[in-house]
């Protein structure tokens, strides 16, 4: 069938511009989720590289013997001894109680890693500190960076061995 001479084919400018708006608000929506993407994988990565230096530094205290003392009674004080300058000197788990770890020199800028270690009793709660030595301690391990909502923390329970 033979068109009439007057018809014109071709797209209408509304046409052009609806189709542009409809190319544009789908470019807008990849950008969107394209950004989110790269926000969630810069905290997963973050997540993942945190999770493994915690676990690491848990490790490292959890190899230390209990106590500076090898069986009860304890040794009274908490925290590091005479001539334990640094962790290169450390010799048992509470000498770690309160450090504060650099790690930016191994790959891992903008991590912070702080560890506790306190003595708890188990016939009243193993998660709050006591005042007294117990045959219990509890490290704690925590790391933060600026791309996590909420540090990753590590915990464990030392027991000493009583004889």
């Known amino acids: 069938m033979k068109r009439p001479n007057n018809s014109k084919s071709g797209f209408s400018l509304i046409d052009v511009i609806m189709g542009m708006s409809i ?11 394209q950004n989110n993407y790269m ?6 990565e973050a997540n993942l590289r945190a999770i493994s230096l915690g676990n690491s530094v848990m490790n490292l205290i959890r190899m230390h013997r209990f106590d500076e003392n090898i069986t009860a009674p304890w040794d009274s004080t908490l925290g590091t ?6 962790a290169a000197y450390y010799d048992d788990i509470d000498d770690y109680d309160g450090t504060s770890w650099d790690f930016s020199g191994d790959g891992y800028a903008g991590y912070e890693v702080q560890t506790q270690v306190f003595c708890v009793n188990m016939a009243s709660s193993w998660v709050n500190e006591v005042g007294g030595f117990t045959s219990f301690k509890r490290i704690i391990v925590s790391v933060n960076h600026a791309v996590l909502d909420d540090p ?10 009583e004889e």
């Open 39 to 44: 926000r969630m994988s810069s905290q997963v």
């Open 81 to 86: 001894n005479a001539g334990e300058t640094s």
């Open 152 to 161: 990753v923390v590590f915990t464990s329970l030392m027991a000493g061995i």
């Open 23 to 33: 190319l544009a608000i789908a470019i807008i929506g990849i950008q969107v989720a």
